[in-house]
């Protein structure tokens, strides 16, 4: 490693007799190369977050593991934390007020309920570890030789044991503490090169804003301790981490409306712009059913064929168990349908209920005459995945249940609108 590179872990598990003998003791590290003070002086600390983040996915894949261990990651040990860490808050409510900590036990804890899945597999995956466990920009050094990392919490195991991405969030909070959002997507990116990470992004959201939840409280007690400024530090870590649990929640948006209404345009949209949702399109599962490719065509009268009572309700059930599996992972999913069953509604507003994930109906709306000019400029080109023609349109508009719990859409101007007006529905 270069100078530039060399990241020392400096606890009880890592130490050894040539490192403590090579760099000075904390007490005499100069504040100004304290990575905090860089950070705050505006100099480029992008090299430094890089090597952090290789030393730190190299520390976890070393760190120790075991069932007892594992257990820390799962669904009823994280769900003790968050309610610990709620009665902690108590004797600070009017300080960090009363309604964002209600808010924030009630996303924390909706959260944890629909994502055991997900919890487990992180125990399955070997990602729970004794880690780092108080990892802080004020606690990184940036000596000319290399940098040091102080403070690992050797007294308490309790503290250390615990998802890697734990540690890795605590960090990066801190940089977002510090005005840095940027620095701190820089390092958690950085971190999931190196590591190999697959975690969803709502799982960086639960972290975050547990860290900041945590120090919020630490800056509470400082405050009924007289320090100056720790009254606003404790209500900025508070609103972090709301503002991390409301990025976090899981929805299940469905995008439907008749043929040509731009459903799967909006759809797509919603999924690329977001922070990892996956969308799930019914004309692909169904020919997927059939055992075809979704550009080949299964074209036939409505309600015949493919398009049959047998296959769509095939086709419904399956979108909703793919939802559900992504749903309990941590993914938010945008189910893109006609949705003109009340039926098939019903079923993904149960789905959304028994994941815990916020439900978002979605209508688009277009003129006939617009919707039949799309659809014959869609069959004009070929290869798309809908079989729809204008003579589909009436009969599915005829037969259309009522959705009075759907947002409409108009998307007769530009996609872009369209786009921006979900989005404000979904966020």
């Given at each position: 490693?270069?100078?530039?590179d060399?990241v020392?872990l400096?606890?009880?598990r890592?130490?050894t007799?040539?490192?403590a003998?090579?760099l000075p003791p904390p007490?005499?590290?100069?504040?100004?190369r304290?990575l905090?003070?860089l950070?705050?002086?505006?100099a480029?600390v992008?090299?430094?977050?890089?090597a952090i983040a290789?030393?730190?996915a190299?520390f976890?894949?070393?760190?120790?593991?075991?069932p007892?261990i594992?257990?820390?990651?799962?669904?009823?040990?994280?769900?003790?934390?968050?309610?610990?860490?709620?009665?902690?808050?108590?004797?600070?409510r009017?300080?960090l007020?009363g309604?964002?900590?209600?808010?924030?036990?009630r996303l924390?804890?909706?959260y944890?309920?629909?994502?055991?899945a997900l919890?487990?597999?992180r125990?399955?995956?070997?990602?729970?570890?004794?880690?780092h466990?108080?990892?802080?920009?004020?606690?990184?050094?940036?000596?000319?030789?290399g940098?040091?990392?102080?403070d690992?919490?050797?007294?308490?195991r309790?503290?250390?044991?615990?998802d890697?991405l734990?540690?890795?969030a605590f960090?990066?909070m801190?940089?977002e503490?510090?005005?840095q959002?940027?620095?701190?997507?820089?390092?958690?990116?950085?971190?999931?090169?190196?590591s190999?990470?697959?975690h969803?992004?709502?799982?960086?959201?639960?972290?975050l804003?547990y860290?900041?939840?945590?120090?919020?409280?630490?800056?509470?007690?400082?405050?009924?301790?007289?320090e100056?400024?720790?009254?606003d530090?404790?209500?900025?870590l508070?609103?972090?981490?709301?503002?991390?649990?409301r990025?976090?929640?899981i929805?299940?948006?469905l995008?439907?409306g008749?043929?040509g209404?731009?459903?799967?345009t909006?759809s797509?949209?919603?999924?690329d712009?977001?922070d990892?949702?996956?969308?799930?399109g019914s004309?692909?599962?169904?020919?997927g059913?059939?055992?075809l490719?979704?550009?080949?065509?299964?074209?036939d009268a409505?309600?015949?064929?493919?398009?049959?009572?047998q296959?769509?309700?095939?086709?419904?059930?399956?979108?909703?168990?793919?939802?559900?599996?992504?749903?309990?992972?941590?993914?938010?999913?945008v189910?893109?349908?006609?949705?003109?069953?009340?039926?098939?509604?019903?079923?993904?507003?149960?789905?959304?209920?028994?994941?815990d994930?916020?439900?978002?109906e979605l209508c688009?709306v277009?003129?006939?005459?617009?919707?039949?000019?799309?659809?014959?400029r869609?069959a004009?080109?070929?290869?798309?995945a809908?079989?729809a023609?204008i003579?589909?349109?009436a009969?599915?508009a005829?037969r259309?249940?009522?959705?009075?719990?759907?947002?409409?859409?108009?998307?007769?101007?530009?996609?872009?609108?369209?786009?921006?007006?979900a989005?404000?529905l979904?966020?």
């Amino acid at each position: 490693m270069s100078g530039q590179d060399q990241v020392l872990l400096t606890s009880a598990r890592d130490a050894t007799p040539a490192t403590a003998d090579r760099l000075p003791p904390p007490d005499r590290l100069p504040d100004e190369r304290r990575l905090s003070s860089l950070v705050a002086s505006g100099a480029r600390v992008q090299p430094q977050l890089r090597a952090i983040a290789r030393r730190l996915a190299v520390f976890h894949e070393q760190g120790e593991t075991s069932p007892e261990i594992a257990r820390a990651g799962g669904l009823a040990a994280l769900r003790a934390l968050w309610l610990e860490g709620l009665v902690g808050v108590e004797p600070f409510r009017d300080l960090l007020d009363g309604e964002v900590v209600d808010e924030i036990g009630r996303l924390a804890l909706r959260y944890l309920d629909g994502r055991a899945a997900l919890f487990t597999e992180r125990q399955r995956a070997g990602r729970i570890r004794d880690g780092h466990g108080d990892l802080l920009a004020d606690d990184v050094f940036c000596l000319d030789d290399g940098l040091r990392i102080l403070d690992g919490l050797e007294f308490d195991r309790r503290l250390r044991v615990g998802d890697v991405l734990g540690d890795v969030a605590f960090f990066a909070m801190d940089l977002e503490r510090l005005g840095q959002p940027g620095a701190a997507r820089y390092f958690l990116d950085a971190y999931r090169e190196f590591s190999g990470e697959t975690h969803p992004a709502s799982l960086e959201h639960l972290y975050l804003a547990y860290r900041a939840f945590v120090r919020a409280k630490v800056a509470g007690i400082r405050d009924h301790q007289g320090e100056p400024g720790a009254a606003d530090a404790a209500r900025e870590l508070a609103a972090l981490a709301l503002r991390h649990l409301r990025r976090g929640r899981i929805r299940l948006v469905l995008v439907g409306g008749l043929p040509g209404t731009g459903k799967s345009t909006l759809s797509q949209g919603l999924a690329d712009g977001a922070d990892g949702w996956v969308r799930i399109g019914s004309d692909a599962v169904r020919k997927g059913l059939a055992g075809l490719a979704a550009e080949q065509s299964a074209a036939d009268a409505f309600g015949a064929g493919l398009y049959g009572p047998q296959p769509t309700e095939a086709t419904y059930s399956e979108l909703v168990r793919r939802a559900r599996t992504a749903l309990e992972r941590g993914e938010s999913v945008v189910l893109d349908a006609s949705w003109t069953s009340g039926a098939h509604r019903r079923l993904a507003a149960q789905l959304a209920t028994e994941t815990d994930a916020d439900l978002v109906e979605l209508c688009c709306v277009a003129p006939p005459e617009v919707a039949a000019a799309r659809i014959a400029r869609r069959a004009a080109v070929g290869g798309d995945a809908s079989d729809a023609t204008i003579a589909v349109h009436a009969a599915m508009a005829a037969r259309n249940d009522p959705w009075p719990t759907a947002h409409e859409v108009p998307t007769t101007g530009p996609a872009g609108d369209a786009l921006r007006a979900a989005c404000a529905l979904v966020a």
